[in-house]
């Protein structure tokens, strides 16, 4: 499959509040909003991001499929994940797991966005290299 562009769709129980969080805590903006769907981008980095947000109850989702997102873990790798915690951690967001060093090269904390979905905000640091042989990385 080929494809031009990418983009996370979550399905939200209040999208007022999944937009609040995505704004002000990731510093996304909002390219459209029809209320019960909200657009959202970064152009920093090194790609520009998209995500969007739909009202998990609207007609559009088909009726299997009426429920806000759950068990979805979403990536962030930033400049600073310490910082990242700091800002997060003063502004009561919640996290789930206290920031560590992993052996396969991360330094990362878990946490909580609405309806179940996770932030793993990560920064790279060196590997622990006999870890990445042991698992047949190096």
């Known amino acids: 499959m080929e494809f031009s562009r990418h983009s996370n769709m979550l399905l939200c129980s209040d999208i007022r509040a999944a937009t609040a969080f995505y704004t002000q805590h990731l510093g996304l903006t909002v390219s459209a909003d029809l209320g019960w769907f909200v657009g959202l981008e970064h152009p920093a980095g090194r790609d520009r991001y998209e995500m969007s947000l739909c009202d ?9 499929l009426r429920a806000p997102a759950a068990g979805l873990m979403l ?5 600073d994940a310490d910082a990242a915690l700091a800002r997060l951690r003063e502004a009561g967001v919640p996290i789930r797991t206290d920031i560590r060093d992993e052996p396969w090269g991360q330094r990362h904390f878990i946490a909580q966005a609405p309806d179940g979905v996770a932030l793993d905000v990560f920064h790279l640091v060196p590997p622990d290299m006999e870890w990445m042989k042991q698992h047949g990385f190096a």
């Open 56 to 64: 998990a109850q609207h007609e559009f989702v088909p009726e299997s």
């Open 75 to 79: 990536a962030f790798e930033v400049e």
